[in-house]
């Protein structure tokens, strides 16, 4: 095996963002630590076989950090052209017990070497019953190859829940949500914890990055969204060529080219009140953007990266 074929599977360092600050034991960095571990020891031994190890738990049991549970998938449905949501199977009036931002962990095995990447569960914290999960398909990644044959009863290995945002109703005079792809799935939850309370009067202003407005998941969701009073949707596109070309819905809260400091102004100028930024996206996304906020004026005590 390869130094490259090694890195892929090399566990990902999570982000001061993803730890909680709970005191939780095990804590997402012990976890890390322990594949870190793992890893370094099949990759000595040249025997990747040892990274299949992992525990797997009872499916009586919702979820863990240390231990896999498996759960069903019971609907698969398209986004988009590689994106899909994938709903699984929990037990009549239970749920997840997720808090916002929170992010599980999935398991496969794909040619005999143990995978693990994290997803974020785009379903309201409180879903019973189930919990969905978006993701994007890449023609290259290791994890891809096995989720492109999954199938609807098939098992699947998840644990977790690990980070989250701490949130109460209210804490915040705006939210300012900015995301590119699938850095939309955290923000869902948060979207839907907001507008299903009543007593919560936070503005909501989300700025969603995609390509062209084909590549935009859920798109009936966040349009409904939009219709809240205190919620507001912004699409910036990078590869659509005229405004014109867009449904009259989406003209006048799109901008097309890539998101700017002159653009983010203009968003952060319309605000109602001075907002708490919420970031999602690739490592460059989140760099880019949080130096884009400070150059404008905005403290890092007032970001948060998922």
Same mark, same amino acid.
Not at 148 to 162: M, Q, S
């Given at each position: 095996?390869?130094?490259?074929?090694?890195?892929?599977?090399?566990?990902?360092?999570?982000?001061?963002?993803?730890?909680?600050g709970? @005191?939780?034991?095990?804590?997402?960095?012990?976890? /890390?630590?322990?594949?870190?571990?793992?890893?370094?020891?099949? +990759?000595?031994?040249?025997?990747?076989?040892?990274?299949?190890k992992? +525990?797997?738990?009872? =499916?009586?049991?919702? $979820?863990?950090?240390?231990?896999?549970?498996?759960?069903?998938?019971?609907?698969?449905?398209k !986004?988009? !052209?590689?994106?899909?949501?994938?709903?699984?199977?929990l =037990?009549?009036?239970?749920? $997840?017990?997720?808090?916002?931002?929170?992010? #599980? *962990?999935?398991?496969?095995?794909? &040619?005999? #070497?143990d995978?693990?990447?994290?997803?974020?569960?785009?379903?309201?914290?409180?879903?019973? @019953?189930y919990?969905? *999960?978006?993701? +994007?398909?890449?023609?290259h990644?290791?994890?891809?190859q096995?989720?492109?044959?999954?199938?609807? @009863?098939d098992? *699947?290995?998840?644990?977790?829940?690990?980070?989250?945002?701490?949130?109460? =109703? %209210?804490?915040?005079? !705006?939210?300012?949500?900015?995301?590119?792809?699938?850095?939309?799935?955290?923000?869902?939850?948060?979207?839907?914890?907001?507008?299903? &309370?009543?007593?919560?009067?936070?503005?909501?202003?989300?700025?969603?990055?995609?390509?062209?407005?084909?590549?935009?998941?859920?798109?009936?969701?966040l349009?409904?969204?939009?219709?809240?009073? &205190?919620?507001?949707?912004? /699409?910036?596109?990078?590869?659509?060529?005229?405004? !014109?070309?867009l =449904?009259?819905? /989406?003209?006048? %809260?799109?901008? $097309?080219g890539?998101?700017s400091?002159?653009?983010?102004?203009?968003?952060?100028?319309?605000?109602?009140?001075?907002?708490?930024?919420?970031?999602c996206?690739?490592?460059?996304f989140?760099?880019?953007?949080?130096?884009?906020?400070?150059? #404008?004026?905005?403290s890092?005590?007032?970001?948060?990266?998922?």
């Amino acid at each position: 095996m390869g130094d490259t074929d090694w890195s892929a599977l090399k566990p990902v360092e999570p982000s001061p963002a993803q730890c909680c600050g709970s @005191g939780c034991s095990p804590c997402i960095y012990d976890l /890390y630590q322990a594949d870190l571990e793992l890893w370094e020891k099949a +990759k000595g031994r040249g025997d990747p076989r040892l990274l299949s190890k992992a +525990k797997v738990q009872s =499916p009586s049991v919702l $979820l863990n950090t240390e231990t896999f549970t498996g759960f069903t998938i019971c609907s698969i449905e398209k !986004e988009t !052209e590689d994106t899909k949501r994938y709903r699984f199977h929990l =037990p009549p009036d239970a749920s $997840l017990g997720l808090t916002l931002g929170q992010h #599980l *962990v999935l398991r496969e095995s794909v &040619n005999g #070497l143990d995978v693990q990447r994290a997803y974020t569960p785009i379903s309201p914290i409180d879903a019973k @019953g189930y919990f969905d *999960v978006l993701i +994007k398909v890449y023609d290259h990644g290791l994890m891809s190859q096995r989720i492109k044959c999954w199938r609807e @009863g098939d098992t *699947v290995l998840w644990r977790g829940p690990f980070g989250g945002f701490p949130y109460k =109703p %209210n804490k915040f005079g !705006e939210l300012l949500l900015l995301c590119s792809g699938t850095g939309l799935a955290p923000m869902i939850p948060i979207l839907t914890y907001v507008t299903d &309370n009543e007593d919560d009067e936070t503005f909501i202003t989300l700025v969603v990055c995609f390509r062209t407005l084909s590549n935009v998941y859920i798109r009936s969701f966040l349009q409904e969204e939009a219709r809240f009073w &205190n919620v507001r949707v912004f /699409y910036v596109f990078s590869q659509e060529k005229s405004l !014109e070309d867009l =449904p009259m819905s /989406y003209r006048e %809260n799109a901008v $097309l080219g890539r998101i700017s400091s002159a653009s983010l102004q203009k968003v952060l100028d319309t605000c109602r009140k001075k907002p708490f930024v919420l970031l999602c996206g690739s490592a460059s996304f989140t760099e880019d953007l949080t130096a884009m906020l400070q150059g #404008l004026g905005h403290s890092t005590d007032s970001i948060f990266s998922f």
